[in-house]
């Protein structure tokens, strides 16, 4: 966790190079340990290579030939620096532990002409050519001559930084040249990796969920938290920073272990807030400024749902830390101005009731969780129906919260619309069989069997157990429809049948080929909304079902398929209407891992965090007869050993805590730094 490690063995050499990030400087180290397998001495050479990036993203993409004349990059005193000509922006640095013999620093005369990485001229011809690089394409490449005896090792040490000052290189750099200090920078980087997955530890009848929860998932929720949506493999950082709607679900997961940077990630997404409660749609973590994209409508410059989520987010932190002291904390909002963080909340419901549609639901501006479902035209009349259902939800929890911050009649109020829009979406967004998704500008229903195309949503199907709008009956009703038309041996579809054509009203979800994206592919952070709502029925064998479906260990049984790294979740997996059915997309930095944290702890263990403290109450396969959970919770680790006897799904009939029988399912909050033993049989 943390650092990738290659290993090579080619003609009895044997080479192993990590890579990692040390916890403490702005830099990256390779170690580099050859071995010689064989019995004579050897002679070898060892090259480096890098390529520097030219500082500007944007001017790289836009102006290239540019930076390309401002480029400056040189070798002194064995250390090669990169920067620009006016020395702006700092330096980047390479080094190696090793007595550099020959360097290059242009790219052109490491490779040579005609040639690429594959052949650099440089390695055919034993050495590199000294070159620097004023202006031009800016590399690091070094060579080092090495001998070794038979079965001798060597450890190179390669660090690559980036520093303000030069004199501040040579000092770290120092440091990283030698194996102790690495070796303790690594022991540290592991450590607090193991520290972090130290707080949550399970042992159930599945493998699979065990091997998930115990390592990968939180793994991959922190590192989807600390890099949002910016720069990755799939994102160039430029347009995309931190999602509002991306950064505030991401935070639901973690929230549990890392209390103090969710809550400054949710006092700086509400910094991004407006005056009447409108938020940007990004913000870029290193200048904290925010913007919306530029898909966004300029008449219309917001999405129904992202300040929303601002309010689901806190009120999921105040549950999971019991720390409401969050709400007393003054932030800015963009025009300048300040006010508490509750009265935020306060100003996120405010926009969207003032921004209700002809038909009563939340006008869509740019688009709604679903980024391309942007229903144009001429009145911006565009309506979400799952957005009001989100609505209904932050209502509902805002409401709660204000009756522990002792805002009892805005806590009524809150109450009463809450209320209001559920009747309203039972009356105008039921479509016989199951949930409408939106309303077109012009006011045709999205999501409805009498549609050509695009028949029935998930998403207005989940939700609408999710956020207790759906009567029991219509719960079950629309829930079976979900299994019936969107189900698949890959996961849930988000839509059928897909869009096969460009429907001008419906705007980039039929820009997208059926089967990909949100056209009707396996949208994998929508999966554990179903998860959540079969729970909520009860019905544990169908959420275990459609939990095992998606999950990274059950893909890796058929990875030449799935094709992405079946460790971790993808953001999609194409749909049954694709010729690549069930291949994945867009890995890693994805809200599917919060949510099936969520799904898979709260819901499927059913150990849920209240305001007050856990509740305990699994919705598991009638097949598992045990299974534990050791977890934190707030200053206490709670230790459950829940039992089965009688195969239930769902339903507790006694709790013991510390060996006293309580009444209930709840569990108090402790915060005593001890450990609490809960024994609790279903039944
Ligand atoms: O909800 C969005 C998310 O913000 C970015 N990725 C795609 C999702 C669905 O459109």
């Known amino acids: 966790l943390g650092y990738t490690r290659i290993k090579s063995s080619y003609q009895e050499v044997e080479t192993e190079v990590t890579y990692f990030v040390p916890m403490e400087d702005d830099l990256e180290i390779w170690r580099l340990e050859i071995h010689n397998k064989s019995s004579a001495k050897m002679n070898l050479k060892v090259f480096s290579y890098i390529e520097f990036c030219l500082w500007q993203a944007l001017g790289d993409q836009n102006d290239l030939q540019y930076i390309q004349n401002i480029a400056v990059t040189k070798m002194q005193n064995n250390i090669i620096y990169y920067s620009t000509f006016d020395r702006k922006p700092g330096f980047a640095y390479f080094s190696s532990s090793q007595n550099i013999t020959s360097f290059d620093c242009d790219r052109e005369d490491f490779i040579g002409s005609y040639r690429s990485e594959a052949n650099p001229l440089a390695v055919e011809n034993g050495k590199c050519f000294n070159s620097i690089a004023l202006g031009g394409n800016p590399i690091a490449s070094t060579c080092s001559s090495i001998n070794l005896e038979p079965d001798e090792k060597e450890i190179i040490f390669f660090v690559l930084g980036v520093t303000d000052k030069i004199e501040r290189a040579k000092e770290v750099i120092k440091n990283y040249h030698n194996k102790a200090y690495v070796d303790n920078q690594f022991e540290k980087l592991k450590q607090s990796w193991e520290s972090y997955l130290g707080n949550l530890l399970v042992d159930t009848p599945s493998d699979k969920m065990n091997l998930m929860l115990n390592v990968w998932n939180p793994y991959q929720c922190k590192v989807t938290f600390d890099w949002s ?21 991401d935070s639901m997961a973690i929230s549990y272990v890392l209390p103090l940077q969710v809550r400054q990630r949710l006092l700086d997404l509400a910094r991004n807030q407006f005056e009447n409660g409108n938020v940007y749609h990004v913000y870029f973590p290193i200048t904290k400024e925010g913007g919306f994209p530029d898909y966004s409508k300029p008449e219309m410059p917001f999405f129904s749902d992202d300040h929303l989520w601002l309010i689901l987010a806190t009120c999921d932190y105040v549950k999971q830390t019991g720390d409401i002291t969050i709400l007393d904390e003054e932030v800015e909002y963009v025009e300048g101005s300040k006010s508490n963080l509750y009265n935020h909340l306060e100003q996120a419901i405010y926009f969207t009731r003032e921004n209700l549609g ?29 957005t009001a259902m989100q609505y209904h939800l932050a209502l509902k929890e805002l409401s709660e919260l204000s009756d522990r911050y002792k805002q009892h009649q ?24 199951w949930y409408l998704r939106a309303f077109t500008d012009s006011g045709v229903p999205v999501g409805s069997s009498k549609c050509e195309e695009g028949q029935i949503f998930l998403n207005s199907q989940t939700w609408a157990v999710i956020s207790d709008i759906a009567p029991f009956d219509r719960a079950i009703e629309s829930m079976e429809n979900v299994r019936l038309h969107l189900d698949t041996k890959h996961g849930l579809m988000l839509l059928t049948p897909p869009y096969t054509r460009f429907y001008p009203e419906l705007g980039g979800i039929s820009t997208l080929h059926p089967g990909l994206k949100e056209n009707g592919s396996i949208f994998c952070h929508t999966n554990p909304w179903a998860i959540i709502a079969e729970c909520k029925l009860g019905r544990g064998n169908l959420a275990f079902k459609y939990y095992l479906q998606i999950a990274p260990p059950t893909r890796n049984e058929i990875a030449d398929v799935h094709r992405a790294e079946p460790y971790i979740y993808s953001q999609m997996i194409a749909g049954r209407d694709h010729p690549k059915f069930g291949m994945a997309k867009n890995s890693w930095l994805t809200g599917t891992a919060a949510w099936n944290l969520k799904a898979t702890m709260e819901y499927i263990l059913g150990v849920r965090p209240t305001y007050e403290g856990l509740v305990i109450d699994p919705c598991i396969p009638s097949s598992w007869s045990h299974f534990t959970i050791i977890r934190r919770f707030r200053n206490a680790i709670y230790d459950f050993d829940i039992k089965n006897p009688d195969n239930v799904s769902k339903g507790v009939i006694s709790i013991m805590i510390d060996g006293e029988k309580v009444e209930g399912n709840k569990i108090p909050d402790f915060r005593d730094e001890k450990k609490h033993k809960i024994i609790a049989t279903m039944g």
């Open 229 to 249: 949506r910016y720069v990755s493999f799939y994102e160039t950082g430029i347009g995309r920073g931190i999602g509002f709607r991306d950064s505030s679900q």
């Open 410 to 433: 805005n806590a009524q109020k809150l109450f009463q619309l809450a209320k209001r829009m559920k009747d309203h979406i039972n009356k105008f967004a039921w479509d016989g069989n």
């Open 358 to 386: 002809p038909n009563g639901f939340p006008i869509q501006g740019t688009a709604d969780w679903n980024d391309t479902l942007n229903l144009p035209g001429p009145n911006n009349a565009g309506e979400s129906v799952w």
